[in-house]
């Protein structure tokens, strides 16, 4: 059993800086993704950031593109999400990821329970 476990989140101001931790449990096979989602009240879930653990490869989605770094640390079975120069509009509950959709298209199969990022201006 998978299992993913997120912290690191909290409430900062407009222009401040966070780091989430993703420590992940149990055998996932292969090579795989891991990666961050976010849901704010009222919108769907998108990608933020994702890396695929066979290449080191990692995407972005455009809104965090130079403010995000996605990282992980093999030995300590943990990703990391480094925020920094927040906006308000990056509030939402913080979710991470693991599974093979960055290569086939499906969705990840294994979800933490998400640790919550408000951003105030």
């Known amino acids: 059993q998978v299992r993913l476990v997120e912290s690191g989140g909290g409430s900062v101001q407009a222009g401040g800086a966070l780091r989430l931790s993703c420590v992940a449990s149990?055998?996932?096979?292969?090579?795989?993704?891991m990666g961050w989602f976010r849901q704010a009240p009222g919108k769907e879930r998108e990608g933020v950031a994702r890396i695929y653990t066979g290449s080191g490869s990692t995407a972005y989605v455009d809104s965090v593109k130079g403010r995000f770094t996605i990282s992980q640390d093999n030995a300590k079975r943990t990703l990391y999400l480094q925020m920094n120069s927040l906006k308000p509009e990056d509030s939402a509950m913080y979710y991470c990821?693991?599974?093979?959709?960055?290569?086939?298209?499906?969705?990840?199969?294994?979800w933490g329970q998400g640790t919550q990022v408000t951003v105030s201006s």
């Open positions: 149990g055998n996932i096979y292969g090579p795989y993704c």
């Open positions: 990821a693991a599974g093979s959709w960055c290569y086939d298209g499906t969705s990840p199969r294994y």
